[in-house]
């Protein structure tokens, strides 16, 4: 059973400010997910990648999978990147499909 | 463009009432996954469907959950006896696979919004 585990497990920048969340897993993946969670529940898909770094916007994710390890930066942070961000794992199951495993996601508060 | 709808986004019962969640994924989407969160944790996986078989069930799925998607495009999740443990927000999530793609591919998984159930 993968394990994933993120840090930390809250944050409170200033806007502007750049932000870094951690996430670690202990088995070999398929791939790793960056998600954004907003108050009411609404889950959306930031990143998926399996190696490297990706950009979008403001936010980066990077991965090393040697290391079992992904970060996900913000950098300019604003109060609308108040959210919890959740990294999950993919992993094959079943006929060749892809279920998830979920780290406890990291609060984020940007504060102006 | 139509992003995954879940019924109904709140409901509240009595303890050993029977509830039913429905999930429309995304049309052209032939997985479709369960998923439940509970305060302050991250989502745990309960079920996945590749179009109408259910191919994988996590043991978080007691005998008193059920999920079906009979046509291969929505799906329902049931829970019959309703426990305050059940207590969480169940969430559905869809993607698209070919069926040539390799076993360790990903697609990324589109979310609902969730239906947040609270016992009483």
């Known amino acids: 059973k993968n394990e994933v585990e993120q840090s930390p497990q809250n944050l409170t920048a200033q806007e502007g400010e750049f932000i870094t969340i951690n996430c670690s897993y202990s088995?070999?993946?398929?791939?790793l997910h960056w998600l954004q969670q907003h108050p009411g529940g609404g889950i959306v898909s930031l990143f998926m990648?399996?190696?490297g770094k990706k950009k979008h916007g403001r936010l980066i994710a990077t991965i090393n999978i040697q290391e079992k390890h992904s970060s996900l930066h913000i950098t300019a942070s604003h109060p609308r990147d108040s959210a919890v961000y959740i990294c999950?794992?993919?992993?094959?199951?079943?006929?060749?499909?892809?279920?998830?495993?979920f780290g406890g996601g990291t609060r984020v508060l940007v504060k102006p | 463009d139509t992003g995954v709808s879940q019924n109904p986004r709140h409901k509240i019962t009595k303890r050993g009432q029977n509830v039913t969640f429905r999930c429309d994924p995304i049309?052209?989407?032939?997985?479709l996954y369960w998923y439940r969160q509970t305060l302050g944790q991250g989502p745990e996986f309960l079920t996945y469907?590749?179009?109408?078989?259910?191919?994988?069930k996590s043991r978080l799925l007691s005998d008193r959950f059920s999920a079906e998607r009979p046509k291969g495009s929505f799906s329902t999740l049931e829970i019959q006896r309703t426990e305050q443990g059940d207590s969480a927000m169940y969430l559905c999530?869809?993607?698209?696979?070919?069926?040539?793609?390799?076993?360790?591919?990903?697609?990324?998984?589109?979310f609902g919004d969730g239906t947040r159930l609270s016992i009483l």
């Open positions: 999530a869809s993607s698209f696979s070919l069926r040539a793609d390799p076993p360790l591919s990903n697609q990324p998984q589109h």
């Open positions: 088995v070999g993946i398929s791939a």
């Open positions: 990648l399996s190696s």
């Open positions: 999950a794992v993919g992993e094959v199951v079943g006929a060749a499909g892809n279920k998830l495993t």
């Open positions: 049309s052209e989407h032939n997985r």
């Open positions: 469907f590749q179009n109408e078989a259910q191919l994988e």
